[in-house]
Structure formats: structure tokens, C-alpha cells
């Protein structure tokens, strides 16, 4: 729980997918923003239009400050709620402090009176507080606590009115820690609370030197996160006792440069408190408060890229998108980080979800599947044999993904539903798409004809999403259906309406909504390319 996570990369670059194909360059740079700093796979686009946790709009909104913004926030009663919530569950005193930069922001609901109450319940009768989420019953964990307890308190105002017996016991066991040996973390945790409680800090936590930061860039990943938060934590622990902290800016410097669009929410407070700690001006942080703006939503909450976690099945859709525009598929980086996530904890153990790892593989390394792997293809818990209203997206799913792989699956069997709803008609459309990507087109059954989808090919409705209308004008050609021209300026302009969001102005929205979707675009993208580029959707193919 100190300020700063040794998680994120210092002064690294991000490699995009470098094949040496000339084709390759037609590739959109955006595409590579949707690569998750959690695991390497790609993301889902529409989790960008999702506000990030209390704790990242904490250390969002403290940037800010720390630049000289004064960023306001103003959501609703339920968002508001919501972040209360979700940061209470993490922690009563974390929670709350997380809560702090909200509510000087505006959002006063996230954070009241009563909450110094619940916060005064939490200090026991040795001077320390106790948060019961942390569980740690050692001096560490007391102290972590112990610092957010008195920043809510100090924050809120009601830390000057304790009772003096209070602050004292607080201050004598704080002062029998800082007679010992504490490593640096905690020594700058001291530091703060003894400033908090308007105590002097002892000259024995101040005398410690500033972390040696020579051959920065030429340290190992690890090495740098750490340096960022030792020298955090010293120069915090500098402040605290009033002292001017003295640090090598110059390599701070640098790294605000080459990383300010890459650290993560708390890496970036930490470099950005340690610059402006040691002299810098409100204007050496314009990139800083340009990427913030570019993450805020119109409530003016936060985004948080480092919390988008990549997923096989958003980083299959973006093989096939790929595919169908063209470009190389073959990815090396991707493949890392596909191999890395079969070798994890994390590793996925039903059928489907394996399957669609192993296709993955395939699909980025050109490797074949293994036999347990192939066997999947054949096991009907993963691929259904029948085939109905209600599975058919499950068995397409599973279907493309082993014919992708080089994986024969049998032709379902199944029994006619109704297409009388947009639902049923859905259906029928995925298993007619289905049939096509697995190479049994000339096995469709013979219920299931152009004539019967040819109504919602040409009106499916309102409650239908762009996704349903590609995919259904789609079977509905795949059967022998024909698009007139009519039918092709409806579809271009339906599509145009739904193009683009902010930073992936190629991709296409399902809905109104203002998320993109990879699915959704790959339907859009074949559809168009089904109809010899006519809808005008599908990349350029270059000069």
C-alpha cells in the first residue's frame, strides 16, 4: 500500500508487430494501443469507455493537482455510489482515502461525516488503527493503515479536533518505530504521519541519501520501477521532516519524457510528485495533463489503460481482422504472451476457453495444435454435434476456431427452429456463416434458405445491433440472397453512423453506445468484403 506499485516498465519501448512486410505498414497504428499492459493479448475496445477504479481516479485526480490543474468530477448518485462501494470492499481506510481526491473534486457524496466516525472506530487503544481488510496484524500492515487513517482525517478536517490522549498514543507508537531500523518505505510512512500529527521527524529517518540513479536506461525493468519508488518514498520522507530533497532530476526528466504515456496511474504520480517536489514548473507537465484529458470522461472520472486486461478471444478477432484486411498475421510478440498465459495460473481449463488459447497459438505462431488440443475439436462438450437455437453461437465459436487450426469437425446435426424473432433469425444466420467457415456450405439444411432470412436481411428491426444486421445480410448472400442498391446505401450508412471512437477511428459500435467492437467490425469488414468493397468500410489496401 505505499505511493508507488514497482509494477509498470521504465524507459522501454513498445514493439508493434514487425514482420518486415511491406504490407504490413498498412496496418493502423491504433491497433496497437489495444494491446493490454496486464498480459501482452489484446483487449476489448469497448472497456476504454469503462471509468477506472477509486483507487486510479485517486492517483489521476492527484496528478492533475500535482500539475496545477484543478480537475472537477460531477457524477451521478449512482456512480457515486458505485466508487464508494468498490473501494469500501477493498478497504475501509484505503477505500477512503482513495475517496479523498473525489470528493475534493466535487463528488461530495463519495465520501462524509460519517465516514471520520467509521474511521475513529478503527484505532485501537496502542495509538495504531486496524483495518480489518488488510488483515497484516505486524507492524507494517498497522502502520500502512495507520497512514490512511490520518489522511482521511486530515483531509476531511477532523484530525485537528481528535483528543489530545489520541494523537499522543499515535505519535509515542509511531516514535518507537522510527527508533528502529525501518527500511525506506516505511521510514517515509513515519515521516508523513509525524507531519500529519504535527511531530517532528527524527534526524535518523532524514539522513539516508537519495537512491543512487546513475545508468538509469541501462538497468533491467525491475531496477527502475524500483528506483521510482525509492526515490518517491525519499523524497516524501524529505518533505516531511521540511527538508529540501535532493535528487538527480535530471533523469526523472527523462523519463517523463519517453514514458509519459506508457506508466501506469501510480508510477506517474510518483514521477510527477518527485519533479514537481524538486523545482519543476506547472508547464514541464503539458504531456502529463494531455494524456489525463484524453482519459477523462465527460463526468470528468478517469479511464484506467493499465486495468484493460487482454483476452485470446479479443486478440482472435484481431487476427481475423487481420485476415480479412490483408495484413500479416504472424506475431511474435503475441505469441510470447499467448505462451505465457498457457503457462499461467491464470491458464484457462474448460474446453472452449482452451481451445480458443490453442487457436490463438495457431493463428500468431503458425504452430499446429497438440493432440490433446486437436482432440478438443472432437470432444461434443467443446464443438456440440446438434446444433440449435440456443447453442449455435457456442458451436460456430468453437467450429471456426478448429477449422482455423487445420482441425476437421463433423457436420451438427440439428432440427429446424423458428425465425419468426430476431433471435431465431440470429441463429440461423450464425450456423449458415458457421457452415461456410468450416467447409461444409453444401451441407445447409434445407429449411434454411435466402428466402426465409430475406426479411431481416432487409429490415431487421430496432432492437437489431450492427453485428446482427452484417452477419444476417450475410447468410442471406451465402444462401443466394442479392443485395440491390437499395439495400447497399441502407447498409453503408447504417455502418458510417456506427464508425469510430475515440483513438480507433476504423473500428466499428454495435450499438449507439460509443465503445468500438472487434466483432462487430470483422462482421462489417466481411459483409463489405462479400460485396466487392461497395459499403466502403474495409481498409485501404494502399497506393
Given at each position: 500500500?505505499?505511493?508507488?506499485?514497482?509494477?509498470?516498465?521504465?524507459?522501454?519501448?513498445?514493439?508493434?508487430?514487425?514482420?518486415?512486410s511491406?504490407?504490413?505498414s498498412?496496418?493502423?497504428?491504433?491497433?496497437?494501443?489495444?494491446?493490454?499492459?496486464?498480459?501482452?493479448l489484446y483487449?476489448h475496445p469497448f472497456?476504454?469507455?469503462?471509468?477506472?477504479?477509486?483507487?486510479?481516479?485517486?492517483?489521476?485526480?492527484?496528478?492533475?493537482?500535482?500539475?496545477?490543474?484543478k480537475?472537477?468530477?460531477a457524477?451521478?448518485?449512482?456512480?457515486a455510489?458505485?466508487?464508494?462501494?468498490?473501494?469500501?470492499?477493498t478497504?475501509?481506510?484505503?477505500g477512503?482515502?482513495?475517496?479523498v481526491?473525489?470528493?475534493g473534486?466535487?463528488?461530495?457524496?463519495v465520501?462524509?461525516r460519517?465516514d471520520?466516525?467509521?474511521?475513529?472506530?478503527?484505532r485501537?487503544?496502542?495509538g495504531?488503527y486496524?483495518?480489518?481488510?488488510?488483515?497484516?496484524?505486524?507492524?507494517?500492515?498497522?502502520?500502512?493503515a495507520?497512514?490512511?487513517a490520518?489522511?482521511?482525517?486530515?483531509?476531511?478536517?477532523?484530525?485537528g479536533r481528535?483528543?489530545?490522549?489520541d494523537k499522543?498514543?499515535?505519535?509515542?507508537?509511531?516514535?518507537?518505530?522510527?527508533?528502529?531500523?525501518?527500511?525506506?518505505?516505511?521510514?517515509a510512512v513515519l515521516a508523513r504521519c509525524?507531519?500529519?500529527l504535527?511531530k517532528p521527524?527524527?534526524?535518523?529517518?532524514?539522513?539516508v541519501a537519495?537512491?543512487?540513479?546513475?545508468?538509469?536506461?541501462?538497468?533491467?525493468?525491475?531496477e527502475?520501477?524500483?528506483?521510482?519508488?525509492?526515490t518517491y518514498?525519499?523524497?516524501?520522507l524529505?518533505?516531511?521532516?521540511?527538508?529540501?530533497?535532493?535528487?538527480?532530476r535530471?533523469?526523472w526528466?527523462?523519463?517523463?519524457?519517453?514514458?509519459?504515456?506508457s506508466l501506469?496511474?501510480?508510477?506517474?504520480?510518483?514521477?510527477?510528485h518527485?519533479l514537481?517536489a524538486?523545482?519543476?514548473?506547472?508547464a514541464?507537465?503539458?504531456?502529463?495533463?494531455?494524456r489525463?484529458?484524453?482519459?477523462?470522461?465527460p463526468?470528468?472520472?478517469?479511464r484506467d489503460?493499465?486495468?484493460?486486461?487482454?483476452?485470446?478471444?479479443?486478440?482472435?478477432?484481431?487476427q481475423?481482422?487481420?485476415?480479412?484486411?490483408?495484413?500479416?498475421?504472424?506475431?511474435?510478440?503475441?505469441?510470447?504472451?499467448?505462451?505465457?498465459?498457457?503457462?499461467?495460473?491464470d491458464?484457462?481449463?474448460d474446453g472452449a476457453?482452451?481451445?480458443?488459447?490453442?487457436?490463438?497459438?495457431?493463428?500468431?505462431?503458425?504452430?499446429?495444435?497438440?493432440?490433446?488440443?486437436?482432440?478438443?475439436?472432437?470432444?461434443p462438450?467443446?464443438?456440440?454435434?446438434?446444433v440449435?437455437?440456443?447453442?449455435a453461437?457456442?458451436?460456430?465459436?468453437?467450429?471456426w476456431?478448429?477449422?482455423?487450426?487445420?482441425?476437421?469437425?463433423?457436420?451438427?446435426?440439428?432440427?429446424?427452429?423458428?425465425?419468426d424473432?430476431?433471435e431465431?433469425?440470429?441463429a440461423?444466420?450464425?450456423?449458415?456463416?458457421?457452415?461456410?467457415?468450416?467447409?461444409?456450405?453444401d451441407?445447409?439444411?434445407?429449411?434454411l434458405?435466402?428466402?426465409?432470412?430475406?426479411?431481416?436481411?432487409?429490415?431487421p428491426?430496432?432492437?437489431?445491433?450492427?453485428?446482427?444486421?452484417?452477419?444476417?445480410?450475410?447468410?442471406?448472400?451465402?444462401?443466394?440472397?442479392?443485395?440491390?442498391?437499395?439495400?447497399?446505401?441502407n447498409?453503408?450508412?447504417?455502418?458510417?453512423?456506427?464508425r469510430?471512437?475515440?483513438?480507433?477511428?476504423?473500428?466499428?459500435?454495435?450499438?449507439?453506445?460509443?465503445?468500438?467492437?472487434?466483432?462487430?467490425?470483422?462482421?462489417?469488414?466481411?459483409?463489405?468484403?462479400?460485396?466487392?468493397?461497395?459499403?466502403g468500410t474495409?481498409?485501404?489496401?494502399g497506393?
Amino acid at each position: 500500500m505505499w505511493a508507488a506499485a514497482a509494477a509498470g516498465v521504465l524507459m522501454s519501448a513498445v514493439s508493434c508487430t514487425s514482420q518486415g512486410s511491406g504490407r504490413e505498414s498498412r496496418e493502423p497504428a491504433y491497433f496497437q494501443s489495444l494491446v493490454s499492459q496486464t498480459n501482452g493479448l489484446y483487449y476489448h475496445p469497448f472497456l476504454r469507455e469503462e471509468r477506472g477504479s477509486a483507487e486510479a481516479q485517486a492517483y489521476a485526480l492527484r496528478i492533475l493537482e500535482e500539475t496545477g490543474a484543478k480537475p472537477k468530477v460531477a457524477v451521478g448518485a449512482a456512480t457515486a455510489a458505485a466508487l464508494r462501494s468498490d473501494a469500501l470492499k477493498t478497504s475501509a481506510l484505503w477505500g477512503r482515502y482513495w475517496l479523498v481526491p473525489l470528493r475534493g473534486a466535487g463528488a461530495a457524496a463519495v465520501l462524509g461525516r460519517g465516514d471520520t466516525q467509521d474511521v475513529e472506530k478503527l484505532r485501537t487503544g496502542k495509538g495504531w488503527y486496524a483495518d480489518p481488510a488488510l488483515g497484516a496484524k505486524n507492524d507494517q500492515g498497522r502502520l500502512s493503515a495507520t497512514w490512511a487513517a490520518l489522511e482521511v482525517e486530515a483531509a476531511t478536517g477532523t484530525l485537528g479536533r481528535l483528543p489530545a490522549a489520541d494523537k499522543a498514543a499515535t505519535a509515542d507508537w509511531l516514535g518507537r518505530l522510527a527508533d528502529g531500523t525501518p527500511r525506506l518505505d516505511e521510514a517515509a510512512v513515519l515521516a508523513r504521519c509525524l507531519h500529519l500529527l504535527g511531530k517532528p521527524v527524527p534526524g535518523s529517518l532524514t539522513s539516508v541519501a537519495a537512491p543512487d540513479t546513475s545508468r538509469f536506461t541501462q538497468r533491467p525493468d525491475d531496477e527502475r520501477a524500483t528506483l521510482l519508488e525509492d526515490t518517491y518514498n525519499y523524497v516524501l520522507l524529505q518533505e516531511s521532516a521540511g527538508k529540501e530533497p535532493q535528487v538527480d532530476r535530471k533523469t526523472w526528466q527523462q523519463a517523463l519524457s519517453h514514458d509519459v504515456d506508457s506508466l501506469d496511474y501510480d508510477q506517474l504520480y510518483s514521477l510527477v510528485h518527485i519533479l514537481r517536489a524538486t523545482g519543476s514548473s506547472k508547464a514541464e507537465f503539458s504531456a502529463v495533463v494531455r494524456r489525463l484529458d484524453q482519459e477523462r470522461m465527460p463526468d470528468g472520472t478517469v479511464r484506467d489503460p493499465s486495468s484493460y486486461l487482454g483476452t485470446p478471444d479479443a486478440s482472435l478477432f484481431v487476427q481475423r481482422l487481420r485476415s480479412v484486411a490483408g495484413w500479416p498475421v504472424r506475431d511474435k510478440r503475441l505469441l510470447a504472451a499467448v505462451e505465457e498465459q498457457a503457462d499461467s495460473q491464470d491458464a484457462p481449463r474448460d474446453g472452449a476457453a482452451r481451445l480458443n488459447l490453442a487457436a490463438l497459438r495457431h493463428s500468431a505462431g503458425g504452430e499446429p495444435l497438440s493432440p490433446q488440443e486437436a482432440a478438443l475439436c472432437r470432444d461434443p462438450s467443446t464443438v456440440p454435434t446438434t446444433v440449435t437455437a440456443d447453442n449455435a453461437a457456442a458451436w460456430q465459436r468453437a467450429a471456426w476456431n478448429c477449422a482455423e487450426s487445420g482441425i476437421p469437425t463433423p457436420v451438427p446435426s440439428g432440427t429446424r427452429w423458428s425465425v419468426d424473432g430476431l433471435e431465431g433469425a440470429q441463429a440461423a444466420a450464425t450456423l449458415v456463416v458457421g457452415l461456410h467457415q468450416t467447409g461444409h456450405k453444401d451441407r445447409t439444411p434445407g429449411w434454411l434458405t435466402a428466402d426465409v432470412l430475406s426479411r431481416w436481411a432487409a429490415d431487421p428491426g430496432p432492437r437489431a445491433s450492427v453485428y446482427d444486421r452484417a452477419l444476417i445480410v450475410r447468410a442471406y448472400l451465402l444462401l443466394g440472397g442479392r443485395a440491390d442498391a437499395s439495400m447497399v446505401r441502407n447498409l453503408a450508412a447504417e455502418f458510417r453512423a456506427h464508425r469510430g471512437c475515440p483513438g480507433l477511428p476504423g473500428l466499428y459500435r454495435p450499438d449507439d453506445e460509443p465503445g468500438c467492437d472487434l466483432k462487430t467490425t470483422w462482421a462489417v469488414w466481411e459483409l463489405d468484403k462479400a460485396l466487392d468493397r461497395k459499403l466502403g468500410t474495409l481498409p485501404s489496401q494502399g497506393p
